[in-house]
């Protein structure tokens, strides 16, 4: 049994601090996912709207991550299988690698573009003269991040559906709230 203080997990399931930071990177990430694939349709407007949910979000994702990693996981639930348990840990994981991923080739595109980038109505200049290999590989990073984020979303939703509807585990009550305040069925 772990030693707990407000906000830290328990063995058997997540605290406030851990939901509320999985909650908010949720939205962060469908919101982000969602600009950023505006992009390349409707250009430099799309590009500033997220640039600014980007920045806005920076320390939520930034948090979420420290959090996890310096909490470790809950251990697995007694009606959970074990296989379940580690494919679960391991697309947990592989989220949080992508989340990392994005807060650092993000900025780095942005600013080695040379443009720099638009926050709110504030303007951050790029690099002067601007790096246009350093630009092209953050870019590339940041694609493939958010190809690892958007399947690493698919698999972690088909692995919540799959406890809600075909082991029926209750599973999903560790991610909506600490132990002491769930209903007992």
Not at 20 to 47: P, Q
Not at 119 to 130: K, M, Q, T, W
Not at 154 to 160: E, F, M, R, S, T
């Amino acid at each position: 049994m772990r030693s707990r203080y407000w906000g830290q997990d328990y063995d058997s399931g997540y605290g406030w601090i851990s939901i509320a930071l999985h909650w908010l990177t949720a939205a962060a990430i469908l919101f982000l996912l969602f600009a950023g694939d505006s992009i390349s349709v409707s250009g430099a407007e799309a590009r500033d709207t997220h640039t600014t949910l980007a920045i806005c979000a920076w320390a939520i994702l930034a948090a979420r991550v420290v959090w996890r990693l310096q909490q470790g996981h809950p251990p697995r639930a007694e009606s959970q299988g074990r296989i379940a348990f580690y494919a679960g840990v391991g697309v947990h994981y592989i989220l949080l690698l992508a989340i990392v991923l994005m807060l650092m080739s993000g900025p780095l595109a942005g600013w080695s573009s040379g443009i720099g980038f638009q926050v709110f109505e504030i303007h951050l200049e790029g690099a002067d003269p601007s790096l246009p290999q350093v630009h092209e590989l953050a870019r590339g990073l940041h694609f493939w991040g958010a190809v690892l984020l958007t399947v690493g979303t698919g698999v972690h939703v088909a692995g919540v559906l799959k406890h809600m509807f075909v082991d029926r585990d209750q599973t999903l009550d560790r991610i909506m709230a600490p132990p002491e305040r769930r209903r007992v069925p």
